[in-house]
């Protein structure tokens, strides 16, 4: 586990990688989005392997159109790449993004605005079934949200089971 700071925004946490894919998820994108005073999400791509990659970020719109995709050429062997507000997404974008590509990749999402800060990995894998093992619900004033991100070609019905 890795433990980062902004300045005085607070800690936040994610997870080391072991491996990479060739194909990754970020639930949540974010450029400029004001029902948070102008949050936006950052992607770093690493290529995890020694070979150079070209990698793909692909954002799509909350209604699953993509709306822009990002080109990484020649990414060298484990360098990291880091996307935050490109310029030809549209502003006040919120949605999700798929990265591909040519060797294996792991992502780290950071966003920030607003005075807040936070930072998850990116999935490289879905399933139909998930857990998660704390969800707050105005636990001290605690509250968790959470993104689904749909990787299939069909709609599924989505749901959540909440186990006290």
Request: hydrophobic share 35%.
């Amino acid at each position: 586990m890795v433990r980062e700071y902004q300045g005085s925004n607070g800690p936040t946490t994610y997870n080391a990688s072991s491996a990479g894919g060739v194909c990754g998820y970020v639930p949540v994108a974010k450029k400029n989005w004001p029902d948070q005073n102008g949050q936006s999400t950052g992607i770093s791509v690493m290529n995890t392997s020694t070979d150079s990659a070209d990698v793909w970020v692909t954002y799509y719109d909350a209604n699953g159109n993509n709306t822009y995709t990002e080109f990484i050429d020649d990414l060298p062997g484990r360098a990291v790449a880091v996307l935050y507000n490109p310029s030809s997404l549209p502003d006040t974008f919120l949605g999700s993004a798929v990265v591909e590509g040519t060797r294996p990749v792991v992502l780290l999402v950071n966003e920030s605005g607003s005075g807040r800060y936070k930072a998850s990995n990116g999935f490289l894998e879905g399933g139909t079934t998930v857990y998660i093992p704390e969800v707050y619900s105005n636990d001290e004033g605690r509250y968790a949200g959470m993104g689904v991100q749909n990787v299939l070609q069909w709609q599924p019905a989505i749901g959540a089971e909440v186990i006290a």
